[in-house]
């Protein structure tokens, strides 16, 4: 069989059961097609925060080891200086010397230095990538995203000579990027496979969206919170998804207490119109894979970097962004701000808050924590947290020449991680993972391959499954999961397989059990640098010096 092209999509702050192959209500016709052609994972996993999880996928390292142990925020302590280290190579860059061309459009978000000034050398095309379309950091508005650049060149919606769509909206622009880089490579090396990675920020706040598509979700949730979670908790049970054995964890937030309740289901509308769109845009992405006759042999894996998110940006009373208008931006003017106090680029301020309905270039909010407890239906915690909420993400893998059509639509339960990825990448690309990349010492990728799981075979697994990020840490062996929710928290035991909605702690009952696991994650966490952290205390250090602040979520 020929070496398989791999396009790799990443969504942004979304829950388990969002898309309709996994339970949810929205409209993913081209992700659920994949899945009835592909296989699901149900129990895959990230790291619960956009930077470590892209650090980890594109390294096959644990965040720490990459050096993006918490945010792009550089600290003086090893793990935790927010840029990519150069004792790890890249997918890009693994792949490359086997001849693979790579590609990538949208959210790079794992370098410390996002400006138009200052080094470039953690940048996409610094870190093996040969074509890139996107943002050097995180977060920032749909219409005028902040650090948008092409190659190593910043841009801006007005000023772009290679795109010129009527309204620019940042979702289709990784679409249409992508696109171009595909119908480019067929013309430049049609006899290369090559490798694209797809890093949406849908459905990352602010709620963004087109009226087209915001349209199609009018009064779908104007019956509150419950009714969509447990729609989503029964689809996903008759699907296999989820055991039947799993209760539902509890329902954050009072529909009936909401005193917003058309602004309330308006954000909902507005996070499932983002979702939508970037399904759509991910089938024109398909159609044109098929359309070069590449389909057949190219694997697409689509997951997220972290459960439903319940920060509240945007969400108070009355944001304090009270700004004039000014004048327009000029089109070479580039976007400085991720977030609000702000302009549009046509000099409108930037509003927030319970009376500002979400969705266009002036408003900036955020869907919320209930809303966030329905996307990650049926589990507990959200975004940050290493709970299930915080880390189950779905990972759909279709490859017609690669997945035998009677695993067709097939459910795949082995747990696995991000690290599988470029363990996966390597072994089905020929590639060789080197041990010394640009005259640096590389570390072993920590993952496996999860090609045999393409075929129903086990993966051969030796290793627990790892987290730890702000504190929040936990390990998995076999069914057992170990999980503690802050750096002062005390550790909870639960059997996966009987209760992955994690309510019923069985640390009291087990405690060997539990000191054993404890022990066995302060091990691997001494080995992949995450310890000194939590920084005081247990390992008795100081906190390190935290480096500028504003970075994006």
């Known amino acids: 069989m020929a070496r398989p092209n791999i396009v790799i999509v990443l969504s942004d702050d979304m829950g388990f059961s969002d898309i309709g192959c996994y ?39 644990h965040p720490h080891q990459a050096n993006v142990g918490h945010m792009t925020n550089p600290r003086q302590l090893e793990g935790y200086g927010g840029d990519l280290s150069r004792n790890a190579v890249t997918l890009a860059e693994a792949l490359r010397p086997a001849g693979y061309r790579t590609y990538m459009t949208g959210k790079w978000h794992v370098a410390c230095n996002d ?4 080094p ?18 995180g977060a920032g508005s749909f219409y005028d995203p902040t ?116 602004w309330e289901a ?35 894996l689509y ?17 304090r962004w009270d700004i004039p208008p000014r004048a327009p931006m000029g089109p070479d003017e580039l976007q400085p701000h991720i977030w609000p106090p702000m302009h549009t680029r046509d000099g409108k301020p930037v509003r927030g808050g319970p009376t500002t309905m979400p969705g266009g270039p002036d408003t900036y909010v955020a869907y919320g924590r209930a809303w966030a407890n329905v996307s990650n239906t049926p589990f507990r915690e959200y975004k940050h947290w290493v709970h299930e909420g915080g880390i189950a993400t779905p990972l759909v893998a279709h490859w017609p020449a690669g997945i035998a059509p009677d695993r067709a639509g097939k459910l795949e339960h082995h747990p696995a991680q991000l690290v599988d990825l470029m363990a996966t990448c390597v072994d089905l690309s ?14 072993p990728m920590e993952g496996v391959s999860l090609a045999p799981a393409f075929a129903g075979r086990d993966l051969g697994r030796t290793a627990p499954l790892f987290w730890e990020h702000e504190g929040n840490r936990a390990l998995r062996v ?34 060997e059990r539990a000191a054993e696991m404890a022990a066995q994650w302060e091990q691997i966490a001494r080995r992949v640098k995450v310890i000194p952290w939590p920084w005081a205390g247990a390992y008795g250090t100081k906190p390190p010096a935290k480096g500028r602040k504003g970075k994006a979520e």
């Open 23 to 61: 339970g949810g209500e929205i409209a993913t016709p081209m992700l659920d097609g994949l899945a009835a052609k592909g296989i699901r994972f149900t129990q895959f996993f990230n790291t619960a925060r956009c930077c470590p999880s892209r650090a980890s996928l594109l390294t096959g390292l």
């Open 115 to 118: 400006g138009p000034k200052g």
């Open 120 to 137: 470039k050398h953690n940048w996409p095309l610094q870190r093996g990538f040969e074509k890139f379309y996107g943002t050097i950091t």
């Open 147 to 262: 650090t948008l650049c092409r190659g190593d060149d910043f841009i801006t919606p007005d000023n772009d000579p290679h795109y010129k769509p009527k309204l620019f909206y940042y979702t289709d622009a990784i679409t249409d990027n992508a696109i171009a880089f595909l119908q480019e490579h067929a013309t430049e090396s049609p006899d290369k496979p090559f490798l694209l990675y797809m890093a949406y920020t849908a459905a990352h706040w602010p709620m963004h969206a087109l009226p087209e598509d915001i349209a199609k979700y009018k009064g779908k949730y104007d019956g509150g919170y419950e009714p969509i979670r447990r729609a989503r908790f029964e689809r996903a049970k008759q699907m296999g998804i989820i055991s039947p054995k799993w209760e539902l964890s509890p329902q954050a937030g009072d529909w009936d207490a909401m005193p917003h309740k058309a």
């Open 266 to 300: 308006r954000c909902m509308e507005v996070y499932a119109a983002m979702v939508d769109r970037m399904d759509q845009g991910i089938g024109r992405v398909v159609a044109e894979l098929a359309r070069e006759g590449r389909l057949d042999n190219t694997l697409i």
């Open 303 to 319: 997951l997220q970097d972290n459960g439903g998110c319940a920060e509240g940006m945007g969400r108070g009373p009355a944001p």
């Open 430 to 443: 020929g590639a060789r993972y080197p041990g010394e990349h640009a005259g640096q010492h590389i570390q």
């Open 478 to 511: 076999g069914k057992w999961k170990l999980v503690a929710k802050g750096a002062a928290s005390r550790w909870e035991l639960y059997d996966m397989d009987a209760d992955r909605t994690e309510l019923h702690d069985l640390s009291k009952s087990q405690p």
